[in-house]
């Protein structure tokens, strides 16, 4: 089975440090991007950069450039999303996702966030 | 960064209804490179539609998506009680990808 597990909830204070994970399994992890989605409570969805974990090429949101750091492990199957500073405006549920591909005749085109994880809830409170 | 503007906020309607939810675009979405997306309290969101209108696995045929260039579709031809849901679109032809603000399905 197709899945990506996150790690579990996180409650930290301000000013405190946090890296949260997304581990892929029943695929070959280094062949999909990964991306990771914020929802704040009540609110919709924001993309938030991407990953290769092949060559861990990342692109990310100017919304969130320079606030968050994205990496990956392959060798463990393992992508991270990484804070230094925490903020209370960061409090919201992570999601990690797959970009899909739909391949015809050979070429592969994206097809989406085709596979999520079950989300990762940060809350920063003092 | 294109703007995905979704319409309307909330659609009420009942079982069996058919559904017609908008998504316009800022600027054109490259390759109509444009999916929808189910979410449900409590879980993840869920791809339905890629490519402006090819169903994703295991979607229900009732899920249709249509459109090209800044206007694109999503239609639920008959409503279950499964349906009622939140339902963003995303464009990821063009870097910032981004999400529409989303619309409530409710039941009425």
């Known amino acids: 089975e197709v899945q990506l597990v996150q790690s579990g909830a996180e409650v930290k204070k301000p000013g405190e440090s946090l890296k949260i994970s997304c581990k892929g399994s029943?695929?070959?992890?280094?062949?999909?991007?990964i991306g990771w989605v914020r929802q704040m409570p009540g609110k919709g969805l924001e993309w938030m950069g991407l990953?290769?974990?092949?060559?861990?090429?990342?692109t990310y949101s100017p919304s969130f450039q320079g606030l968050v750091t994205i990496s990956a492990d392959k060798s463990i199957s393992t992508a991270y999303m990484q804070w230094w500073s925490l903020k209370a405006s960061d409090t919201a549920m992570y999601y990690c996702?797959?970009?899909?591909?739909?391949?015809?005749?050979?070429?592969?085109?994206?097809?989406?966030?085709?596979?999520w994880g079950q989300g990762t809830m940060v809350t920063v409170s003092s | 960064e294109i703007v995905l503007t979704q319409s309307p906020g909330t659609l009420s309607l009942s079982p069996g209804e058919r559904a017609t939810l908008s998504c316009r675009a800022s600027k054109s979405v490259s390759s109509s490179y444009l999916a929808w997306y189910q979410q449900k309290p409590g879980q993840a969101p869920r791809l339905l539609i890629y490519g402006a209108s090819s169903r994703a696995t295991g979607i229900p045929d009732r899920f249709s998506g249509s459109g090209s260039g800044t206007d694109f579709t999503l239609t639920i031809s008959r409503l279950e009680p499964e349906d009622f849901a939140v339902y963003y679109c995303q464009q990821y032809g063009s870097s910032p990808w981004t999400f529409g603000q989303g619309t409530k399905v409710e039941i009425k």
């Open positions: 990953i290769y974990p092949g060559d861990s090429d990342t």
């Open positions: 029943g695929y070959t992890f280094t062949s999909y991007w």
């Open positions: 996702a797959r970009r899909g591909q739909d391949c015809i005749a050979g070429s592969c085109y994206a097809a989406g966030f085709d596979i």
